[in-house]
């Protein structure tokens, strides 16, 4: 990805400030880093209302809303798919297990040692 810079911005929170965003973030299933620029983007739509710019303003909240929704969604699909892509490594597991000439179980029993 050469001549890609992103910009990072590090920022200083007193403790209950971050606990609240960590809270808010949680319970929308998003990280707070997404959060915080959701917070920015509203903040810079009311700026644009405020100066003028109303005819973008509906749009933009808009996109906005609709934005922190799919932001949302598709961390909650993220999180439902490694769920189940572990689920189904553990039924994977499973059936070899089964499926294997010597059942771990009777291994187990022997200590290790089939007799």
Known sequence: MEGLYIPTVHISLPEGVYEELRRVATSMGVQITDLIKMYIRLGLQDSLISGGHSQYANGIKELVDKLVYIEGK????????????????????????????????MVRRAGGKLK
Do not use: C, F, G, Y
């Open 74 to 105: 598709l961390a909650l699909l993220d999180e439902t798919l490694r769920e189940t892509m572990k689920k189904l490594q553990e039924l994977e597991e499973r059936i070899e297990e089964l499926e294997s000439p010597v059942p771990s179980a």
